[in-house]
C-alpha cells in the first residue's frame, strides 16, 4: 500500500568534521521519500521555489516518488544551513531561509486523498491538522513534531495529537513535550495525549517503542563511517512506514517491532553520507542484510 | 565456581532526587560482592578501619561472601560522598576521604588463589596486577578502571590491561582512554591493548560487548523508579561474572551475551533504591523474570 508525506523538500548547507557540502538536496519529505521508496510508493506534498533543480525533482521520480503534490512556486526554496561537532550530536543551526516554505498550505491532490498510510514530517501542527481534513479514512497516521512546536504552539499540537496513531519524536522532545525526564514516565502521558504508539528515537543508542502491550528497545548499530546524522530521524520514519505499507500491517506488535528495525536500518544507512549519497544506491538486498545485522546485534 | 573480587569496601553519603543517605554501605566489592552472591559464591578483598560495624560484616557473611580477604585496620574507613542532579547521570563528587584505603596493600590469604574468576574492581592498576601475581591460572580475569587511572596512571594501567580478558568500563572511559570519539573505534582500540572481550556500560542505554566474534548490544531497562545509581557498574559486573561462574562459561559467545543481559538485570535492581535496599531481598525467581523481561525487550 503506499504513502502519504508532508514536509519540508529543501536545500542544506551542512559542516561536519568530515567535510562541508553547499546546497545539497535535504528536506523531511525528501528524506522519509527516498527511504520509504525502498518499500512501497509514496506521494509526496510539499513546497519549492522556482530555484528548485529540475534533478532533484527527476531523482524523485526516478525512485517512483509521486510529485504531483509537489508545487513549485515564485521564490526561492528553503534553505538550512548547520554544522556538526565532533560528537555528531545535535546540529548548531547556522540559519534558516525559510523562504516559500513560510506561506506552505499544503493541498492535496484528489488522487493523494485516499492515502491509507500518512506521515506528517515536522511541520507547523496546524498544518498537520489540515492536511488530515483532507484525507479520508487513513489506516495509519504517523506524525513528527520539533521543540520550535513544542514550546511555540503547543495547545496546536495538542490538538493534532489527538488525530494521530503513532507519534515518532527524539528523547529531548519527549522529554520536553510531557514535563518528565524519565522516560517511563515521559512515554505514560505522552500516550494519554493521543498516540497510542510513542516511538523515541534515541540517535546512536537506537530507538525505543511504547505501545499498549509493552516497551520496545531496539539499539543502535555500531557505526565506524559516520559522516552526517542530517535526515536520519526522517529516515528512521520512513523505514518503519515503509515497511508497514509493504508488508499491509497496521498495529500488529511483531510487525511493530520489525518496522522500528527497518526504521533503525534505514537511518544507520544515510548517516554514512552527506545528503542521499548513501540513499541513491541502496538495493532491498543491502537492507535485508542490514536489517538482519540489526537483529544479531540484540540477540540473546 | 567461586568468583573473587578486589575492590573497595566504603561508606557512601548520597543525595538524589528520591532523598539523602548517611554513611550507608557501599564500595565496589561489596556492590560486586552481593550481586554475584545470588549466581555463585564470593571471596572478597578489601579493607576497612575500625569504625566498620560488625552488622555489615554480617551481612556479606549471610549472603555467603567469603570475607578472609577483607582487612580490618587502624583508621576509619574510606569514605565517598556525592550527588546526583534529577539526570541521574554523573555523580558530583562532594568528598572523598580515602582513610585506611589509602595504604591498602591487597593480600590474599591462600585459600583464595586457586580462584577461577577473578573481578579486579576499581583500583589502582599497580594494585589489580599485584592481586594477579598471586593467582595461580585463573580462567577469567575481568577489570574496571576509572579516569583517575587514566589520566593518572596510564602506563601501569596499559601494563595491567595485557594480563585482563575482560574489561569493562563506562562509555566516557572508553572514549577517555582510546583517544577515540567513535565508539567502534575506541573498542579497536581497546582491544589491542590487552582484553579479548570489551564490554561498555551505557548507563540508562544499557550495555554493549565487543568480542572477536562479534558486537552485542543489550538496552537498558525502562525504570520508572530510579531511586539512586550508585553501585550500578559493580552490580552489572556482579551480574556478568556471577552468571559465567555459575555456569561454568568462559568465552562461548552465548554465554558471554546472556551474562550481558544478567549484568544488566541486577544494575537494574540496585538503581531502584539507596545503597543495598533493593540487593538485600532479591531471590533467584525475581531476578529469572527480570531477566526474561530483559529479552523480551529486544526481541524482534
Redesign the interface.
Known sequence: MSVLVVGSVAFDTIETPRGKVEKVLGGSANYFSITTSYFTGVSLVGIVGEDFPVEHIRFLQSRNVCTDGLKVTQGNTFHWAGKYD??YKDAETLSTALNVFEHFSPELPDHYKDKPYVFLANIDPTLQAHVLEQIQKPKIVACDTMNFWIYGKREELLSTLKLVDIFIINETEAKDLSGE?????A?RKIRCMGPQILIIK?G???A?MFTSE???????Y???N?VDPTGAGDSFAGGFMGYLAKTGNTFEEEAL??AV?YGNTMASFVVEGFSFDRLKDLNSQMIERRFQD???????
Open positions: 565532533k560528537t525526564i524519565n522516560l517511563v514516565e512515554a534515541r546512536e543508542y537506537g525505543m509493552s516497551v520496545f528497545a531496539s539499539p543502535g555500531p557505526l565506524s559516520v517491532r520489525k528495525v540489526f537483529v544479531a546485534l540484540s540477540k540473546v
